[in-house]
């Protein structure tokens, strides 16, 4: 059974770091793609990054390049999200999500693409 476990979340100020993790058991991370989403109240669920397998090929949302890096450990069957400099806006629900591919598809960041989805993890910035 295909399972993501999100975890990492937390009630952070401006400015602050958090580093979200997405465990997968069930199945080897190995060979898939593993994409963050968020989804803020009254908003739509936005795709926020993608890594494919081994970690070749990363894809961010404009409004985190340079502040957020997905990376893998494949290892502990782990995806990452280190998130920096964090604002107010990036205040959402955040989940990962995988189908089985190995690479980011072109529509990465539409929700419909994806088989499987972890139960999200709460970010809030605020001060």
């Known amino acids: 059974q295909v399972q993501l476990v999100a975890s990492g979340g937390g009630l952070v100020q401006p400015g602050d770091s958090l580093r979200l993790s997405c465990a997968a058991s069930?199945?080897?991370?190995?060979?898939?793609?593993i994409t963050w989403f968020r989804q803020a109240p009254g908003k739509e669920r936005e795709g926020v990054s993608c890594i494919s397998t081994k970690g070749g090929s990363t894809y961010y949302a404009d409004s985190v390049k340079g502040r957020f890096t997905i990376s893998r450990d494949n290892a502990k069957n782990t995806v990452y999200l280190q998130m920096n400099s964090l604002k107010p806006e990036d205040t959402a629900l955040y989940y990962c999500?995988?189908?089985?591919?190995?690479?980011?598809?072109?529509?990465?960041?539409?929700?419909?693409?994806?088989?499987?989805w972890g139960q999200g993890t709460q970010v809030t910035v605020s001060s």
């Open positions: 069930g199945f080897t991370l190995d060979n898939w793609s």
């Open positions: 999500a995988t189908d089985p591919v190995g690479f980011c598809r072109s529509n990465w960041y539409t929700s419909a693409a994806y088989q499987y």
